[in-house]
């Protein structure tokens, strides 16, 4: 496992300036409420919405990786989107086994949060805000623009096809911290994890 998540998520130097304390994360943790701005998009044939098959099977104790290999509707995914799916949870107010799931998907380090609060201040644009108005000047939400302080002018204005793939490590880390894979509201996490956390 550990061998496979070196492959899958690459550390990114540049956002680990300094060795940082890893986070302790409950078996279970539940939001006290669905974000506000989450959007519930039900599959017709089975009323259910894309992600929440991968969370229930995850729930019951099944791997990413068996998952992503036989998901729902028999085409093999990747184990990222395995992942985001379980963590789309979060989002809707599910349940999830965020102990489990950080030995698969690393979750934030201290520097990482730090870093997310400055671009935050930096930009003006929130990654816990409504997306359609929480851009830049009220304009809708880009990851893009939101990473650029960390990524650099010349890297940001580069096609994604034509970036490094260290280029696409840092881009794909900065994009996994700051959004709903491993965001939590500030109040949400003192309020539900202030026993169950420590870093």
Not at 38 to 55: G, I, M, Q, R
Not at 92 to 113: F, Q
Not at 133 to 147: N, P, R, Y
Request: hydrophobic residues 35%; proline residues 7%.
């Amino acid at each position: 496992l550990n061998e496979w998540g070196e492959q899958v998520q690459p550390k990114v130097a540049e956002w680990h300036t300094t060795k940082s304390p890893a986070m302790k994360l409950p078996d279970a943790f539940t939001p006290a409420q669905t974000w506000e701005y989450a959007v519930y998009k039900p599959n017709k044939k089975t009323n259910l919405a894309t992600w929440e098959s991968s969370h229930q099977r995850f729930q019951n104790g099944e791997h990413p990786q068996t998952i992503a290999m036989t998901p729902i509707n028999g085409r093999p995914i990747q184990v990222t989107t395995v992942v985001g799916h379980i963590l789309e949870g979060l989002v809707h107010g599910r349940s999830v086994n965020l102990n489990m799931l950080s030995c698969i998907s690393d979750p934030p380090s201290k520097e990482d949060w730090a870093k997310l609060y400055e671009m935050e201040l930096e930009t003006g644009m929130s990654v816990v805000g409504d997306p359609k108005t929480s851009g830049i000047d009220g304009e809708k939400f880009s990851m893009t623009e939101f990473l650029r302080p960390i990524m650099g002018d010349e890297c940001t204005n580069k096609p994604y096809n034509a970036r490094t793939a260290a280029e696409k490590a840092k881009f794909a880390h900065g994009a996994s911290a700051s959004t709903g894979t491993w965001r939590f509201d500030e109040q949400d996490l003192n309020l539900h994890l202030s026993e169950s956390i420590s870093i």
